[in-house]
C-alpha cells in the first residue's frame, strides 16, 4: 500500500485474477477513479483504493497499458491526481514457434557443393523477440530415406537453409534416389531447455542431375578459315551468377581458348596439329569473391591433322656410288623424304617419279625408282663410266596435294677389281704394358688398294683373321690414306 502517486509495474503475462496494490484515502478524499486503457481488464476499486487485474494480462495483445488514476472528495470533486499509471506487461514464454508453410518443396543439383543453400525454411514465434521465448533453432529430426552414415542435408540451425552436406555433395544421385522427405523442427528457447517449445514441417527435395558436367572430346581441325572466335562447346553451371573461367595447366606461352559468361567456349585462333595435337585444360565457375563453385571439369581437344604440309627431301642432294658391273635390277640406294603431317595417313604417305635424268646418254631410262618406298635401282643395262661418269636425277615426291622435287646424284665408279695389297709382309712384335689403356694405338699398319680413289673401291677393312680370340684388338681405317690403326679394344 502507499498513497497515491505516479508508479510504474511490471506484471507477467498470464496468471489470472489477481490484485496489483492498495492506495491509501487520504482525506477529504472519499473514492478513487481510474481512466486510461484499462481495456476491461485493469481497474481500481473506488472506495478502497485496490488495484487489480480481473482477467490475465496478454503480452502479445498489448505490452504496455497507460493509465491514470485521482482521487475524489464526496461531492466528485477532484482531490489529487491525475496520477500515471504504468503497467508493463512482461512476457512469458505462451506461445510455440510456427513454420510459414506445413510443407516445403526444393530442387538441389548432382554434386552441388556442400553447404550452399538451395532453399530455406522460416518459422516465426509471437513471443517478445528481445527474449529467449522467441529466439528459434532449426534442425532436421527425420531424413527419409537415410542411406548413409551421414545425412546428405543440413540444416543452418539460425537461418533455416538447408544445403547438401559433405557426404551429399559427394553421394547424391538422381539415378539412385530422386526425391528424399525431410522432417524439420523449430524449437523455441534457443533449444536450450526441455520446456522449449517445438514445431515440425516437411520438406520434400528432388535431387536433378548435374548440369556440370564435361563436354565430350572436343575435335578441332587445324588451320581452318573462319572468323575467330569459333563456338566449340558450352558448359553450365549448377549454380546461377557464377563466373566462368578457363584454367591452364600446361602455362602454354599462348592460349588459344576462351569462356564466355555464359559458360560458352571459343576457339580464339586457327591451331597447328604440327606444333600441337591436343590440349588439355578446366572449366572453373567462381563466385564474386574468386572462390571455386563447382570442381573444375576437364576439357579435352585433339586438333585434328590436314594436309598442310608438303614433302620434304631429307637431304638436299642425295649422292649415291654405282660400280660399273652392277647388274640390271640391282637396288644402287634409297631417296629419302619426309612429312610432317600425321603419320600413317594420306596426308603424309609419300610417292616417287623420277622427272628427269641427266645425261639422258645412252639412255633416258637407265634409272626406276620403286613408287612407294624411294628405292632406287637400275633398269636393264649397266653402266660404263667412259660414257658418263654422273648423273643428276630430279626425283618428284608428292603427297597428292603438294610435290617436292628432290635432287640425287649418281656417281659412276670403277669396278671394284683390285685386291688391297700390305706395304709390309711382317710387322714383327710389338711389346706394350699390361696397364695400357683402352683405344691406345699399338700399330699402324698400310695397305693400298688399286680401285678408283675415295670410292669403296678402295677402301680398305683391316680385321684380325687369327689369333685373338677374345676381340682384345680392333683395326681402325683412316678413310683417306687406307691407313689401319690396331688398338686396344
Ligand atoms: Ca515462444
Ligand atoms: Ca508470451
Ligand atoms: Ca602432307
Ligand atoms: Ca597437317
Not at 511490471?10 to 486503457?37: C, D, H, I, K, N
Not at 461531492?75 to 506445413?102: H, L, S
Not at 635390277?329 to 600413317?344: N, Q, V, W, Y
Request: proline share 6%; hydrophobic share 35%; with cysteine.
Amino acid at each position: 500500500t502507499g498513497t497515491l502517486k505516479d508508479m510504474n509495474f511490471s506484471v507477467p503475462e498470464g496468471g489470472g485474477m489477481r490484485s496489483l496494490y492498495q492506495f491509501m484515502l487520504e482525506p477529504p478524499a472519499v473514492s478513487f477513479r481510474m481512466t486510461g486503457e484499462k481495456d476491461g481488464i485493469i481497474d481500481i476499486v473506488p472506495r478502497t483504493g485496490v488495484l487489480y487485474l480481473n482477467v490475465s494480462l496478454d503480452w502479445e495483445t498489448k505490452a504496455v497499458h497507460r493509465l491514470q488514476v485521482e482521487s475524489l472528495d464526496e461531492k466528485g470533486n477532484i482531490v489529487k491526481g491525475p496520477y500515471a499509471i504504468t503497467i508493463y506487461v512482461e512476457d512469458i514464454n505462451d506461445n510455440p514457434p510456427e513454420f510459414d508453410q506445413m510443407k516445403y518443396t526444393g530442387v538441389v543439383r548432382q554434386n552441388s557443393r556442400p553447404g550452399k543453400p538451395f532453399m530455406r525454411v522460416h518459422a516465426t514465434d509471437r513471443d517478445d523477440p528481445t527474449t529467449p521465448h522467441a529466439q528459434l533453432t532449426y534442425s532436421i529430426l527425420h531424413h527419409f530415406p537415410n542411406p548413409y552414415k551421414e545425412m546428405l542435408f543440413q540444416i543452418d540451425n539460425v537461418t533455416g537453409e538447408i544445403s547438401p552436406s559433405k557426404t551429399g555433395s559427394y553421394y547424391l544421385d538422381p539415378q539412385k534416389q530422386d526425391t528424399f522427405t525431410l522432417v524439420v523442427i523449430v524449437k523455441d528457447m534457443a533449444g536450450m531447455t526441455m520446456n522449449a517449445f517445438t514445431s515440425s514441417a516437411d520438406v520434400i527435395i528432388t535431387v536433378k542431375e548435374s548440369l556440370w558436367k564435361a563436354p565430350a572430346t572436343i575435335h578441332i581441325q587445324e588451320n581452318i578459315t573462319q572468323i575467330y572466335p569459333v563456338n566449340i562447346s558450352q558448359v553450365h553451371s549448377n549454380e546461377p551468377d557464377v563466373i566462368y573461367d578457363l584454367f591452364e595447366k600446361e602455362k602454354l606461352s599462348r592460349f588459344p581458348f576462351s569462356i564466355d559468361q555464359e559458360g560458352v567456349i571459343y576457339v580464339t585462333e586457327p591451331l597447328d596439329r604440327e606444333e600441337k595435337d591436343t590440349y588439355v585444360f578446366f572449366a572453373v565457375t567462381k563466385d564474386n569473391k574468386g572462390e571455386l563453385v563447382d570442381k573444375p571439369l576437364q576439357i579435352h581437344v585433339i586438333v585434328e591433322d590436314i594436309n598442310d604440309n608438303p614433302p620434304v627431301c631429307q637431304q638436299a642432294l642425295t649422292v649415291i656410288e654405282v660400280q660399273e658391273n652392277e647388274g640390271a635390277g640391282s637396288s644402287i640406294g634409297t631417296l629419302f623424304a619426309t612429312d610432317m603431317d600425321k603419320e600413317d595417313t594420306l596426308n603424309s604417305r609419300l610417292q616417287f617419279k623420277i622427272e628427269s635424268q641427266v645425261p639422258a646418254i645412252p639412255a633416258s631410262n637407265l634409272f626406276f625408282i620403286q613408287q612407294d618406298t624411294g628405292i632406287l635401282q637400275l633398269t636393264s643395262r649397266s653402266l660404263n663410266k667412259r660414257i658418263a661418269p654422273n648423273y643428276s636425277l630430279k626425283v618428284l615426291v608428292t603427297d597428292t596435294v603438294f610435290q617436292t622435287i628432290c635432287d640425287v646424284q649418281i656417281h659412276v665408279i670403277d669396278i671394284n677389281d683390285q685386291i688391297p695389297i700390305f706395304e709390309k709382309s711382317d710387322y714383327h712384335n710389338v711389346t706394350v704394358a699390361e696397364s695400357i689403356p683402352v683405344g691406345t694405338v699399338i700399330l699402324e699398319i698400310q695397305a693400298t688398294d688399286g680401285d678408283e680413289p675415295g670410292t669403296g673401291s678402295s677402301y680398305i677393312i683391316y680385321q684380325v683373321k687369327e689369333g685373338d680370340p677374345n676381340n682384345t684388338f680392333i683395326i681402325e681405317t683412316d678413310s683417306e690414306t687406307n691407313r689401319g690403326f690396331v688398338k686396344i679394344n
